[in-house]
T-cell receptor, first 115, second 115 residues
């Protein structure tokens, strides 16, 4: 079975300070992992994805995430927060070889950036 | 190229009615998935179509149904609407046979309000 746990429902940071959004996953097979961002009244946009290549994945807008199999984690980081980063972030898992062909979403982390 | 297009963007229906939502995937994408997003349940998978065949279905009652046409456009239908069906319905299209292997592109969603 596949699932993700986003450890924080809400994270608040000051502009210019680092961002850390935590995600732990559970997967019976080799997982693909994604981070998506959702701005208000917008659809979901892919930030980055891990599909068994390099464990440190770089995404758009300065975000990156590290796949740690031993910790079953895929935390999202950014060195310096920008006001435009304020949004809802979703950690997502999909089993690449399982019969199911759908994405499993975490409950989301709302990022607030304080000026 | 054009993104995933969902119509309509907003809908208001009364209990007991039925509704049809439409999704046009990115040109060339043959996989279309539907998700329901609510504040209480988060993002939940409804179903996935590939080449006009439903390949996977989430844990939703039979009132929720869908189909895919030969041009990959997809529709989902909800019959006998209930207040709890109020949600943002998101459609995602994907190029790969397996969504875990590539990016899923999301539309902006259809916000359904049942009164």
């Amino acid at each position: 079975a596949q699932s993700v746990t986003q450890l924080d429902s809400h994270v608040s940071v000051s502009e210019g300070t680092p961002v850390l959004l935590r995600c732990n996953y559970s997967s019976s097979y080799s997982p693909s992992l994604f981070w998506y961002v959702q701005h208000p009244n917008k659809g979901l946009q892919l930030l980055l994805k891990y599909t068994s290549a390099a464990t440190l994945v770089k995404g758009i807008n300065g975000f990156e995430a590290e796949f740690k199999k031993s910790e079953t984690s895929f935390h999202l980081t950014k060195p310096s927060a920008h006001m435009s980063d304020a949004a809802e972030y979703f950690c997502v898992v999909s089993d690449r070889f399982a019969g199911a062909n759908n994405l499993f979403f975490g409950t989301g982390t709302r990022l607030t950036v304080i000026p | 190229k054009a993104g995933v297009t969902q119509t309509p963007r907003y809908l208001i229906k009364t209990r007991g009615q039925q509704v049809t939502l439409s999704c046009s995937p990115i040109s060339g994408h043959r996989s279309v998935s539907w998700y329901q997003q609510t504040p209480g349940q988060g993002l939940q998978f409804l179903f996935e179509y590939f080449s006009e065949t439903q390949r996977n279905k989430g844990n939703f009652p039979g009132r929720f149904s869908g189909r895919q046409f030969s041009n990959s456009r997809s529709e989902m239908n909800v019959s006998t609407l209930e207040l709890g069906d109020s949600a943002l319905y998101l459609c995602a299209s994907s190029l790969a046979v397996r969504v875990g292997n590539t990016e899923a592109f999301f539309g902006q969603g259809t916000r359904l309000t049942v009164v």
